[in-house]
Structure formats: C-alpha cells, structure tokens
C-alpha cells in the first residue's frame, strides 16, 4: 500500500466494520476523507456484535433521553443508504413496548415520547389482545406503546450495504486482518498488523467486543448472549410479522422477552431473553464458547408456554453472541482526553444497533473536528476512565 507524499497511508483508518465502523467508514468516504477500514474477519461476519437476521428499530429510547434524536436521524440516514446502495435494509411494521405503565420499558418509552413528543399509541390489554394475539397471559394493568415509526432492520445488509457505499466513494477496505497494536506518535498513530504497518493521522476503534483489548482502561464487560428462533408446529397467522411486530415485554417477575414475528419469506419467530445483568455472563471475546444448549434457553423456556404460547420450548435454531456492556449502559463515543486523533465508538450494550447510521456521521464529525448534530456528551468515553 502505497504511502501519500506525508507519510501516511490514509488520512483515517477506521479499525472494525461492524454496524458501527462500516457506517462511519461509509459517512467519512462520503464526506471526501481518504479512509481505510479494516476488520478482523470479513464484511458482515459472525464473530462480533452485527449479526443475527435482524435488530429492533425504534425512536421511542428509553435508555436515555439524548438517544431519542440519534435514533430520529439514524432513521433518516437508513433511507438514504437504501435509496443509494437500492437494498431494502428497514421494515417499517411498527414498534411495540409493553408491561407495567409505570415500569421500566414502557415507563421509559412514555418518557421519551412525551419529552420528544413522538408519535404514540397507548395500547389496554383489550386493545392488545385483539392486536397481537400472540403475547398471552397479558395482567390487566399492563399496556402496549406502539411506535407506527418502528420496524426492525437487517444487520448483515446494512453492514454490506455501508462499506459497498464506502468503497464506491473512495475507502479502501482491508478485510481478515487483525489489528496487533495501536501506537500514536508524533509523526501519526501506528495500526500494527500481521501482514503490514499502517500510519494515518486519525483513527477510529469500532472493534465492538475487542475494543477494549486495543484501548486498554476503558471498563468494558463482554457478554455472551444466546439469541433464539422458535418455529410453530404448523403456519400460524398470529407469528406473521404484521401480526406480531418486533416488541420488547417487561413481565409480571421483572424478566424481559424482545422479539418479533416471522421476516418475509422465512418460518421462524425470533424470540430472546433480555439481560439486565441476571442471566448472561462475562467471557473473554478470544475464548468464548459458541455452541450452544438447553442451558442457554432454560429461562426462556419457562416463559414463553404462558407469555407466547404456541412455539413450544425448544428452539429450532440457537446461536451465541457477544455484546460489549459499560457500567452506566451507555455508548462510549468520542476522542479520547490523552489523544484526541483516537475517536473511540463502543459500548453498543445491546441496544446499540438501532443508531448505527446516526453514529456513524456522528463519528465522521469528530474525526472532521466538528461538533456532532446530535449533542452526544453522555457517552463520552473519559467520563468512564
């Protein structure tokens, strides 16, 4: 690779194209900056965060007010990456929250909707019932907040999607490659490879469950979630993703289910079991057992014959995830204090993917040295040093 008459490689390196870095090497491309992005394993790969068929969309956010308007233009920035790249990468079925109205998803979505003033749809339990046959065994004090804005997007396309926008505005992509060291200097940060040595003036590290390996000091837990299909013993209309859209339900023992009906074309419900630090476990992301078995779904098996009933309690189809937790469960965004050429972009806390588009152009202003659209001080990752 050939090196510019400054020395460097490129002006940026952006290190891990998962939802997060392919959507910034995508915005830092499109905006005119000489970028390489380089990732571990290949585009669209199984091994991080990013994968999974789908991810919930809404704006209604309620693990932080401040997220709200990301999501808004996260929203906005979806439909220009389909209208660019012509893929369909958002299904805009709706959103739906439920449990308790003074608990913590739909307590927190009604939050955020009355503070943003989002477009709402509080739902009674006779309501849901005729709506989405599906959820069972609903107590008569809870509700359903449906969002007519949400859907749910297509992590592997968007990703696809991202980098091919990149590459076709200029970024270079370096794939099955892993980053060894990160080395600032005065001359420009050093991003060691097996294969190579690269310089660049700035750097981004979206490298997801391995960002703290390469920014050491950040407190970053890595979880190992099971994620899960269920397939009904015979074609059920209730499990059709218009009939049961992708939903978070806080239950009557504090347990939280997520999920949605069938994707256009396929059989399965994808159906899952939130943490809130109960159930999942700390692992080492270089050392993490990916099979799977009935203890990964022993909880939600329990569950879902009462609240979802119909699918049985044994998956057809399992995998193993990784998602990257902070102490405070918000994102860690921005240039670090002791080097402000490092923009750091992790943290997702399985809630993450939702704004990847947004993150992205809010990474590519940082990297600019602009002040995002979206004020972002809450994330800020020297907060947590």
Known sequence: MARTATGLDAETAVVGLGAWGACALWQLARQGVDVIGIDRYGIGNVHGSSYGESRMFRTACLEHPGLVPLAQRSRELWAELEEQTGRVLMERTGAMLIGPPGGRIVG????????????????????????????????????GVLEPAGGLTYPEGTIAAAVDAARAAGARVVTDTRVTAIEPGNDGIVVRTALRTLRVARLVVAAGPWLSQLVPGLPIDVLRMPTTWFTPAEPD?????????????????????????????????KLGLEDGGR??????????????????????????????????????????????????????????????????????NSHGFKHATGIGEAVADMVRGRTPAVPLDFADPNSLR
Do not use: K
């Open 237 to 269: 209309p209730r499990f059709t993703l218009e009939r049961l859209p992708v939903f978070m339900r806080e239950l009557a023992d504090g347990n939280v289910i997520w999920g949605h009906g069938t994707l256009p074309g396929g059989t399965e419900v």
């Open 279 to 348: 159930h999942f476990r700390v692992v080492d992301p270089e050392n993490m057992d990916r099979s799977v078995s009935p203890a990964d779904w022993s909880v939600l098996s329990r569950i879902l014959p009462a609240a979802v009933p119909g699918l049985g309690d044994t998956p057809s189809r399992a995998t193993a995830n990784l998602y990257a937790r902070t102490p405070d469960g918000q994102f860690v965004l921005g240039p670090l204090r002791h080097d402000p050429r490092i923009i750091v972009a992790g943290g997702c």
């Open 108 to 143: 927190g979505a009604l939050r955020a909707a009355r503070e943003h003033r989002l477009d709402i749809e509080l739902l009674d339990p006779a309501s849901m019932r005729e709506r989405v046959p599906a959820h069972a065994g609903l107590p008569d004090d809870h509700v």
